[in-house]
């Protein structure tokens, strides 16, 4: 007889594969897509990766930041960057890798890195300005 599982049973197992494989937080650097934030306060958003010469998204996860960490994350990288957090930044995020059996894959931020959204902001501002003395 066919040992099948229902999709529940497959999403614990992969759940508890995520939590004890991946238990830490981790350094994540992405591009922020489709920024919304929430009346609870919560922020949600999708992280993509593009490839740096065909610009076609190559990874993709979906984000969230909980109100509570973004109240504090969300002033701080404004004061910091002179941008408000949205998307199409370049980021370097700390961040739990999460699996919830309804809602499937996530990473939930923990921290974000400002230093380094303003060195990818001079370094398109480089390009930019190299691309109209080349024209």
Request: glycine share 4%; charged share 25%.
């Amino acid at each position: 007889m066919d040992q099948s599982l229902s999709l529940l049973e497959l999403n614990r197992f992969v759940h508890e594969v995520i939590k004890n494989n991946l238990p830490d937080t981790y350094w994540v650097r992405a591009e922020t897509s489709d920024v919304r934030r929430n009346a609870s306060g919560h922020c949600y958003l999708e992280f993509i990766e593009k490839d740096p010469v065909t610009q076609n998204i190559v990874a993709r996860a979906r984000g969230v930041i909980w109100a509570n960490t973004f109240r504090l994350l969300d002033p701080y990288f404004e004061s910091q960057t002179g941008q408000a957090f949205a998307s199409g930044m370049v980021v370097l995020v700390r961040v739990s890798v999460e699996f919830h059996e309804q809602y499937g894959y996530s990473l939930t931020v923990v921290d974000i890195d400002p230093t380094f959204t303003i060195g990818e902001m001079a370094r398109n501002r480089m390009l930019v300005i190299r691309q109209l003395q080349e024209e």
